[in-house]
């Protein structure tokens, strides 16, 4: 460390952490050094210390975005960010051991010669459904959210029997030929339009279960956060073709339902 402070080598090496890694944080706006003369980055001892408050937090496996706000946040209560971190990490726990355990069983009925029941096998496959939302949008869910409606999101889910569960993945694909129908029409306030957002709230609400109602208000948040997320954009948009989750979020706004 020169008298100025590290150099992005420097600090990669003491943090243990590559340049790469460094970089990418200053594109997140996460940890932005200041900028000598000849455009090289020099990181101070707070940016050091505020590297040591990422790193901790996505060892907790917390994401980028939700880093982000609390390093923004004036006064956030650290501690109470990292319990909220452990519960999500302990729903995580819980819903790959439930699919651990569904693929320990299904290994051991093959070589038994037994068939595993069609119970066991739903429930194992709910509980995965359950982790890998959790794992892919958990974080920011719950900052939006709150810890109360996922969880009671996630009950919806695991109290879903056979039918309900077949009709939900039924109920999905009919929204993205629906989306497909309506960008055709290409009018996100006809007839069209409104048979998307339909069927796309109703999908909503039965993740949600009976926990609470959507609202026009909680669904136009909602679409919002699709464009605003590339994970959520792409999922529509390889589906329906290119611009499907902004026509979605438009037809949702001129929507009354």
């Known amino acids: 460390m020169s008298a100025h ?52 937090w996505r060892a907790c496996g917390m994401p980028l975005a939700r880093i982000g706000e609390l390093l923004e946040r004036r006064g956030v209560d650290e501690e109470e960010a990292l319990q909220e971190q452990i519960a999500l990490l302990e729903e995580r726990e819980r819903g790959v051991r439930a699919a651990r355990e569904c693929a320990e069983r299904t290994l051991e009925n093959m070589q038994k010669g037994k068939k595993m029941s069609s119970e066991e096998r739903f429930h194992g496959l709910k509980e995965a459904a359950i982790e890998e939302n959790e794992r892919r949008y958990g974080g920011e869910a719950r900052a939006r959210y709150g810890d109360a409606a996922v969880d009671a999101a ?63 208000e909680m669904h136009v948040g909602l679409g919002q956060m699709y464009v605003a997320d590339p994970r959520f954009q792409e999922y529509y948009d390889s589906r329906a073709g290119a611009g499907a989750a902004a026509f979605l979020v438009t037809a949702i706004e001129a929507s009354d339902i």
């Open 5 to 56: 402070g590290y150099s992005i080598q420097e600090l990669g090496t003491l943090a243990g952490v590559s340049v790469r890694t460094l970089r990418l944080y200053d594109e997140r706006g996460l940890l932005v050094p200041k900028r000598q003369e000849n455009g090289y980055r020099i990181y101070s001892e707070a940016d050091a210390a505020r590297l040591q408050k990422i790193l901790l």
């Open 154 to 216: 996630n009950e919806a889910v695991r109290s879903m029997d056979k039918d309900e569960w077949n009709d939900l993945a039924t109920l999905e694909g009919r929204i993205i030929v629906q989306l497909k129908a309506a960008m055709e029409s290409g009018d996100p306030s006809d007839a069209e339009a409104a048979e998307l957002v339909r069927l796309h709230a109703a999908w909503v609400q039965a993740h949600w279960g009976k926990s609470r109602t959507l609202t026009h």
